[in-house]
């Protein structure tokens, strides 16, 4: 894996959340997309950190579940933790 191979994939992980982060639904025909690009994305992560790479969000990605999610329930921006993780300093 070449440095600039993982330029790509974190310049791809940069657009997947770009999408995660919009304020509306994707279009059904937005979603198969989307995935393939998290594909994308997904296997150069894997090829560079191997297993020990894979954290919760990245296997959700992943493993398709976030597009299941996105499908099943539409826009997943209002469903975000970042507050409530916020709150984990604090404590």
């Known amino acids: 894996m070449t440095r600039s191979q993982l330029i790509i994939g974190l310049a791809k992980y940069k657009t997947v959340l770009?999408?995660?982060?919009?304020?509306?639904?994707?279009?059904?025909?937005e979603i198969d997309p989307f995935q393939?690009?998290?594909?994308?994305?997904f296997g150069i992560w894997i090829d560079v950190f191997v297993e020990e790479g894979v954290?919760?969000?990245?296997?959700m990605l992943g493993s398709g579940?976030?597009?299941?999610?996105?499908?099943?329930?539409?826009c997943l921006y209002l469903y975000l933790q970042q507050g409530w993780?916020?709150?984990?300093?604090?404590i």
């Open 85 to 90: 993780e916020a709150l984990d300093s604090k």
């Open 36 to 41: 393939y690009l998290v594909d994308e994305f």
């Open 18 to 29: 770009q999408l995660l982060y919009l304020h509306r639904e994707l279009m059904d025909e």
């Open 65 to 74: 579940h976030i597009s299941y999610f996105r499908k099943k329930y539409g």
């Open 55 to 59: 954290t919760n969000y990245i296997h």
